[in-house]
Antibody, heavy 120, light 112 residues
Framework: QVTLRESGPALVKPTQTLTLTCTFS??????????VSWVRQPPGKALEWLAL???????YYSTSLKTRLTISKDTSKNQVVLTMTNMDPVDTATYYC????????????WGQGTLVTVSS | QSALTQPASVSGSPGQSITISCTGT?????????VSWYQQHPGKAPKLMIY???KRPSGVSNRFSGSKSGNTASLTISGLQAEDEADYYC????????????FGGGTKLTVL
């Protein structure tokens, strides 16, 4: 059974760096073909793809946010970490992690999401 | 990458059929048969309903179907049921030299 769970601060101040952790089970990021992605959704707005990391430690980022994002993995802990620098109120959103399998290009399992509010 | 274009809202009565369109470009929807559709109920995570344009994951009702023509993908829901009321998002792989995904703006489905 595949599960993913996001964790991190509910509130960050403007200009701070956000660090989110995705802890998953039911698959391993050391298995060829496995990938984990981050997607966010501002309140009442659409989904936005942010970043992806694959089993081979290759990393891919949204063109518009790539200068602010870093994705990494700890295979031994079954965790993927996303950092976003220079947070702004417009970054207020629910952040989801989701699994994707190489060559299949869709997000088959999602976490429940974590709401991050950016406010002073 | 620009977001894919979806109608903001659609509605239908129980038992009817509705179709949600998702328009992209020749760089995303038109280039790949890799559109996926997600259903999202309020306060819940998205759920995969259609992948690779027209395939249904195990457990998804066959009332949900997908298709594509040119730069536009479509999701059709037949035999509308009250529990189908939700937001629906399309998503397309849009990579060429790198890996990128783009979502649509979302469509609110109301079952009258």
């Amino acid at each position: 059974q595949v599960t993913l769970r996001e964790s991190g601060p509910a509130l960050v101040k403007p200009t701070q760096t956000l660090t989110l952790t995705c802890t998953f089970s039911g698959f391993s990021l050391s298995t060829s073909g496995m990938c984990v992605s981050w997607v966010r959704q501002p309140p009442g707005k659409a989904l936005e793809w942010l970043a992806l990391i694959d089993w081979d430690d290759d990393k891919y980022y949204s063109t518009s946010l790539k200068t602010r994002l870093t994705i990494s993995k700890d295979t031994s802990k079954n965790q993927v970490v996303l950092t976003m620098t220079n947070m702004d109120p417009v970054d207020t959103a629910t952040y989801y992690c989701a699994r994707l399998q190489f060559g299949e290009w869709y997000f088959d399992y999602w976490g429940q999401g974590t709401l991050v509010t950016v406010s002073s | 990458q620009s977001a894919l274009t979806q109608p903001a809202s659609v509605s239908g009565s129980p038992g009817q059929s509705i179709t949600i369109s998702c328009t992209g470009t020749s760089s995303d929807v038109g280039s790949y048969n890799l559109v996926s559709w997600y259903q999202q109920h309020p306060g819940k995570a998205p759920k995969l309903m259609i992948y690779e344009g027209s395939k249904r994951p195990s457990g998804v009702s066959n009332r949900f179907s997908g298709s594509k023509s040119g730069n536009t993908a479509s999701l059709t829901i037949s035999g509308l049921q009250a529990e189908d009321e939700a937001d629906y998002y399309c998503c397309s792989y849009a990579g060429s030299s790198t890996f990128v995904w783009v979502f649509g703006g979302g469509t609110k489905l109301t079952v009258l």
